[in-house]
């Protein structure tokens, strides 16, 4: 069963108006997860997809949304999907791969058939990024260790991770997605910092490995007009081309980045120093 909801894009002149409800309404993605279930969101900010797929009875068979009037969901786009659970298994046309915790696929336009399941030994989930594509790219997983892998930030400054580039264009060809993961390092809180913007190119966060009854704060809006969000373990936020995304938490937690637009240049972004934050 595939289930989705959608989501306008919204001007930041407006957002400066809105209230803790209307900003959780706008941005927040809760629940990403449901059993037996892949939920989708369709965002009109790069016509991004965020979602999640929990396979605990039966497998469960991606279904085109009807935002996309398209017979299969890949027919113009590509996906990226990242297991944060115990094994599981996306079986793309008559292609069956495993994913362990943290590991990526990569799936191509115009693939038909994509089925999640769980390989008995727990429960996985798989979440899920999508953006239109102009091209086929061949279908490639990405385990842990293929990653790029990038130490940045220092115990000082309490920002001290391990950033995990998955799916980007070193590793694999893609027409506009990009995907990684960054840990925090125990005993640090603070991620994307100094805080930054891009312009060409919108982003999504999703939260996890986050412990019961910590949070984390995301910061998002613009520089000098932030916002914050208050989110749990396993939720989601979309994060314009105009906002910082940016955030701290109770204690360490690992996060996902995900993005799409006209520009797959990774270090192409406009930093904000701490002091000038608003």
């Keep these: 069963m595939t289930t989705s909801e959608f989501r306008y894009a919204a001007n930041p002149k407006d957002v400066k108006k809105y209230d803790t409800q209307e900003l959780r309404n706008e941005f927040l993605i809760d629940p990403v ?5 892949i939920k989708l969101t ?9 979602g999640g797929a929990m396979p605990v009875k039966k497998d469960l068979v991606l279904e085109t949304i009807p935002y996309l009037k398209s017979e299969n969901f890949l027919d113009r786009r590509e996906m990226g999907v990242i297991n944060v659970g115990a094994i599981g298994k996306v079986l793309v046309d008559g292609v069956e791969y495993t994913l362990d915790k943290k590991e990526a696929l990569y799936i191509g336009k115009e693939s038909k058939e994509v089925v999640f399941s769980a390989s008995g030994e727990g429960q996985p989930f798989f979440y899920i990024n999508s953006a239109p594509a102009h091209q086929k ?3 490639k997983k990405v385990g842990r260790d293929d ?5 940045l930030g220092e115990d000082k400054s309490a920002n001290k991770r391990v950033l995990n580039k998955l799916i980007v264009n070193s590793i694999v060809e893609t ?3 990009q995907m990684g993961l960054t840990e925090l390092v125990e005993g640090n809180i603070w991620n994307t910092m100094p805080v930054h913007t891009h312009e060409r190119r919108m982003e999504a966060y999703f939260y996890f490995d986050l412990e019961e009854g910590q949070t984390v704060c995301h910061f998002m809006g613009q520089p000098q007009e932030t916002r914050h969000i208050f989110m749990q373990n396993h939720q ?3 994060s314009p081309e105009w906002s910082i995304h940016s955030g701290a938490g109770t204690s360490n937690y690992t996060f996902i980045w995900g993005m799409a637009g006209e520009n797959l240049d990774y270090g192409d972004m406009d ?3 701490p002091n000038e934050m608003k």
């Design 33 to 37: 997860f449901r059993e037996d279930e």
């Design 42 to 50: 369709y965002s009109m900010y790069d016509r991004y997809i965020v």
């Design 137 to 139: 790219f061949p279908t």
């Design 147 to 151: 990653a790029e892998i990038i130490h």
């Design 175 to 177: 027409c506009q997605l």
């Design 236 to 238: 989601a936020v979309l």
């Design 271 to 273: 930093v904000c120093p």
